[in-house]
């Protein structure tokens, strides 16, 4: 319960930073045009509020609602979500909306999109400038890496050193590095000291989202980190630096060949061979009935030789934009995916998207989930649908290039057709979310 709360104050402070972010990019062009704000709202406010302010001598409502889905600003003389019919009736008005040229409603629009990136570019410099960036060169793994089946079935094998896509050198471990990998024909590997080259199937990354267990990850040998008071591993007298190698006689060069050795020994005491100091040692070990000893692994970056590139306060900056825009690319690079049957099966709603978040408080992981879900809200908000900024900056080119506006009827339903869409949309990700849950 404690890890779902964390996890779930992360995603809520996470995404309200977003929206009142980008809404705060709508407000600040349209209050600078001269266009009268309604209502200023983190979260929808339908039927009822839980905060409410309006300043003496201003048009806008600042609030908080109840329905935690987002927020909203109302701008005066705007088809948007509030469907605010009986406004739209009246004889325009100076400082509405439709009153202003389309250039300046074309800002307005595009405003909360530039300020998430401009947000996701801030928030990756000050990562850079407080953390640097460390991270584990792929030739430095000497175990190399576990692979998924759906990766085993493509050539890999555990153990793999991964070298190269195609021309291109694999550095590090991340998104970049599985995108480079299935957009290429030919994977470089190292296995068992020799180089080894890999035909790489077209379905690669189809397949990958059909089997559900993502590509891999790096391979670390079983060195205790951290015994739990009273566990099987606390008992039998094992401390910080233990190297675990076998169980039973049945070598586990790594904590994945460990893990399902244990569970087959469920309820049983069991012979575990372990290093320290250099000297193999042997202890009996009662397992409990899930088959884990109870201890913490020592993780990657404290195995292998880790790079530290550090940033001063001005070198950050272009550094955090290089970060946000590398980001952008790589998004839009995984996007297409959603269009295929088994990149619609792996969709989220809001309970994936919490499960981003560490389970223990880190502000580190915070902000740089944050930046990341701040480069996804602004290109999602930039497609051309209707009730999203890009669907009212597609009618605004449209205008700017005929040279007259969309009929009034006809955005009010392309509105109501693309709310609509979209509350589909979040139906079915938060959907997915619960058969996940219930059969998983």
């Known amino acids: 319960m404690e890890t779902f709360l964390i996890k779930a104050l992360q995603l809520i402070l996470s995404l309200s930073i977003l929206v009142v972010v980008h809404e705060f990019g709508h407000y600040i062009f349209a209050r600078m045009f001269k266009i009268r704000v309604e209502k200023f709202y983190l979260f929808f406010d339908a039927g009822f509020a839980l905060f409410r302010y309006k300043p003496k001598n201003s048009h806008t409502e600042y609030g908080v609602g109840w329905l935690p889905l987002g927020g909203y600003v109302k701008i005066s003389g705007m088809i948007d979500e509030s469907m605010d019919k009986d406004q739209m009736a009246q004889p325009a008005k100076s400082w509405e909306f439709r009153?202003?040229?389309?250039?300046?409603?074309?800002?307005?629009?595009?405003?909360?999109?530039?300020?998430?990136?401009?947000?996701?570019?801030f928030?990756?410099?000050?990562?850079?400038?407080?953390?640097?960036?460390?991270?584990?060169?792929?030739?430095?793994?000497?175990q190399g890496m576990e692979f998924s089946?759906?990766?085993?079935?493509?050539?890999?094998?555990?153990?793999?050193?991964?070298?190269?896509?195609?021309?291109?050198?694999?550095?590090?471990?991340?998104?970049?590095?599985?995108i480079d990998i299935g957009d290429a024909e030919t994977v470089t590997v190292m296995r068992g000291g020799e180089v080894v080259r890999l035909q790489m199937e077209e379905d690669f990354m189809k397949n990958l989202l059909a089997d559900?267990?993502?590509?891999?990850?790096?391979?670390?040998?079983?060195?205790?980190?951290e015994t739990m008071d009273g566990s099987a591993a606390h008992q039998a007298g094992l401390v910080r630096g233990d190297s675990i190698v076998a169980v039973n006689g049945v070598v586990a060069p790594s904590f994945g060949d460990l893990r399902p050795l244990l569970e087959s020994h469920s309820n049983e005491v069991i012979t575990l061979d372990y290093y320290r100091d250099g000297m193999l040692?042997?202890?009996?070990?009662?397992?409990?009935?899930?088959?884990?000893?109870?201890?913490?692994?020592?993780?990657?970056?404290?195995?292998?030789?880790?790079?530290?590139?550090?940033?001063?306060?001005?070198?950050?900056?272009?550094?955090?934009?290089?970060?946000?825009i590398q980001t952008l690319k790589d998004y839009i690079?995984?996007?297409?995916?959603?269009?295929?049957?088994?990149?619609?099966?792996?969709?989220?709603g809001f309970g994936a998207i919490g499960g981003l978040f560490p389970a223990k408080w880190n502000w580190q992981s915070f902000w740089m989930m944050t930046a990341f879900l701040s480069v996804i809200l602004a290109f999602m908000n930039i497609l051309p649908i209707p009730a999203l900024d890009g669907g009212h900056v597609m009618f605004l080119i449209y205008e700017v290039v005929?040279?007259?506006?969309?009929?009034?009827?006809?955005?009010?339903?392309?509105?109501?057709?693309?709310?609509?869409?979209?509350?589909?949309?979040?139906?079915?990700?938060?959907?997915?979310?619960v058969v996940r849950a219930i059969f998983n």
């Open 123 to 142: 928030i990756y410099a000050m990562v850079l400038f407080t953390w640097n960036d460390t991270y584990l060169p792929l030739e430095k793994v000497s």
């Open 149 to 178: 089946t759906a990766a085993k079935n493509a050539g890999f094998q555990d153990g793999d050193i991964l070298l190269m896509a195609d021309n291109k050198e694999l550095d590090r471990f991340g998104v970049r590095t599985l």
């Open 99 to 121: 009153s202003k040229p389309a250039w300046q409603r074309l800002l307005v629009m595009i405003a909360g999109v530039v300020f998430n990136l401009l947000l996701a570019f």
């Open 281 to 324: 040692n042997s202890a009996e070990v009662q397992l409990d009935a899930e088959g884990t000893l109870g201890f913490y692994v020592t993780p990657a970056g404290l195995i292998y030789e880790a790079v530290t590139v550090e940033y001063g306060f001005f070198e950050s900056f272009p550094a955090g934009m290089q970060m946000g």
């Open 402 to 433: 005929t040279r007259r506006k969309p009929n009034e009827k006809f955005m009010e339903y392309a509105q109501v057709a693309g709310m609509i869409l979209l509350l589909v949309l979040v139906l079915y990700a938060n959907g997915m979310d």
């Open 333 to 348: 690079a995984q996007f297409k995916y959603v269009f295929t049957k088994e990149g619609a099966s792996s969709l989220g």
């Open 212 to 225: 559900q267990e993502g590509f891999a990850n790096i391979r670390i040998p079983t060195v205790v980190y």
